[in-house]
Structure formats: structure tokens, C-alpha cells
Nanobody, 115 residues
């Protein structure tokens, strides 16, 4: 059974940085993607960024140039580096990992950007 554990969320001031981590308690066979989503208060969940088995990365327009997704060599952990944070980035951030036809989600971690 795979569980994803997230850490790194918290309260930061505008312009600050945070690095979120997502680690898998078990190995995901045939992993093809790791990604991050977020759900702002009162809004739908939205894609933030992802990294794929071929090494490609994708980002939402709203975070392009500010956020970056990375992983460890063993595909056991995903990271989201968030720079130049804005109040609009306030949301619950969720990690997602995709294996052979199966996807796993983290519990979500709160990121609040406020002065």
C-alpha cells in the first residue's frame, strides 16, 4: 500500500519561498508522473506542475517562472520549490503520483501567503 506524506507547508510573506516535499511510503511500480495540484479557498482544484518519466516538466501559467518541480533519482519523492509567492498562491497543495494505471494522492498541505 502506497501512502504519500507531504511536508513543508506553512505561512509565508509575499515574495517569500517555500519548498514542499512529497515522499512515498512504498514503491510505485511503473511510475510515470509526479505532480502537484492546489485548491484555493472556495475554488476548484487546479494543476500546478508536474514532472514525467521522460524528464519533461509542465507548469500552470500562473506559476510559470516561479515554481519548479523536481524529484529524487529513485522516484521516491517529489518536490515543489515555490519562489516569489503571492497571496493568490494561498491554497491547499496536494501531491500526486501516477503508476501503472493507478494514482496516489497526498493528504494536502496548507500554504498561506500573507503579510
Amino acid at each position: 500500500q502506497v501512502q504519500l506524506v507531504e511536508s513543508g507547508g506553512g505561512l509565508v510573506q509575499p515574495g517569500g519561498s517555500l519548498r514542499l516535499s512529497c515522499t512515498a511510503s512504498g514503491r510505485i511500480d511503473g511510475i510515470v508522473a509526479m505532480g502537484w495540484y492546489r485548491q484555493p479557498p472556495g475554488k476548484d482544484r487546479e494543476f500546478v506542475g508536474g514532472i514525467y518519466s521522460g524528464g519533461q516538466t509542465k507548469y500552470a501559467d500562473s506559476v510559470q517562472g516561479r515554481f519548479s518541480v523536481s524529484r529524487d533519482i529513485a522516484w521516491k519523492a517529489a518536490y515543489l520549490q515555490m519562489n516569489n509567492l503571492k497571496p493568490e498562491d494561498t491554497a491547499v497543495y496536494l501531491c500526486k503520483m501516477v503508476g501503472w494505471g493507478t494514482e496516489y494522492w497526498g493528504q494536502g498541505t496548507q500554504v498561506t501567503v500573507s503579510s
